[in-house]
T-cell receptor, first 120, second 112 residues
């Protein structure tokens, strides 16, 4: 199946610093990638939709100036958590949408392994 | 996207079939049923999807009722590694901003 990687898998940073998380589709091209956040014992929450070459679309309540998303190529999207604070500590997961079948009749999202962010 | 309802948790004996139900009574004609699972501290894993016909792959089978208002994911021979949270999602494909929205899912525990 399609493979999505994330880097780093785990990061610890001091409060006030910025952290960049990379999401790569390894064996396919992804015009659309998604970023999720997951707190302990909760389900995944969609943060934003990233389309290659255009601005990301953020879900309600997600600060676009705090969570900067760049999707500069068909295989790479980045999420930068700016001026991170302890409440930003979470599990961040990206996914990439693959189109297959007849003219995109069906599609499937494949997920990365996640990045555990801890802000001290 | 239509909402889904799943039991919060289920147990299954190792080696037995695990049958995970999902209700999606408000599903639209162009919405697909997708199943994902998430093993602890990992990213979700795609399992299977379907529109109205039953589907089978190397991981599982998906049974969709004729009225499409509910479905069942079947893991034919559950192993301990199948312990995970299973998410049933209905969504429209073929749209530029289509996205997977997760509900609370079903926490499946496979017991030795």
């Amino acid at each position: 199946g399609a493979v999505v990687s994330q880097h780093p898998s785990r990061v610890i940073c001091k409060s006030g610093t910025s952290v960049k998380i990379e999401c790569r589709s390894l064996d396919f091209q992804a015009t659309t990638m998604f970023w999720y956040r997951q707190f302990p014992k909760q389900s995944l929450m969609l943060m934003a939709t990233s389309n290659e070459g255009s601005k990301a679309t953020y879900e309600q309540g997600v600060e676009k100036d705090k969570f900067l998303i760049n999707h500069a190529s068909l295989t790479l999207s980045t999420l930068t958590v700016t001026s991170a604070h302890p409440e930003d500590s979470s599990f961040y997961i990206c996914s990439a949408r693959v189109s297959f079948g007849l003219a995109g009749i069906t599609d499937t999202q494949y997920f990365g392994p996640g990045t555990r962010l801890t802000v001290l | 996207d239509a909402k889904t309802t799943q039991p919060p948790s289920m147990d299954c004996a190792e080696g037995r079939a695990a049958n995970l139900p999902c209700n999606h009574s408000t599903i639209s004609g162009n919405e697909y049923v997708y199943w994902y699972r998430q093993i602890h501290s990992q990213g979700p894993q795609y399992i299977i999807h379907g529109l109205k016909n039953n589907e089978t792959n190397e991981m599982a089978s998906l049974i969709i009722t004729e009225d499409r208002k509910s479905s069942t994911l079947i893991l034919p021979h559950a192993t301990l590694r199948d312990t995970a949270v299973y998410y049933c999602i209905v969504r429209v494909a073929e749209t530029s901003y289509d996205k997977v929205i997760f509900g609370p899912g079903t926490s499946l525990s496979v017991i030795p």
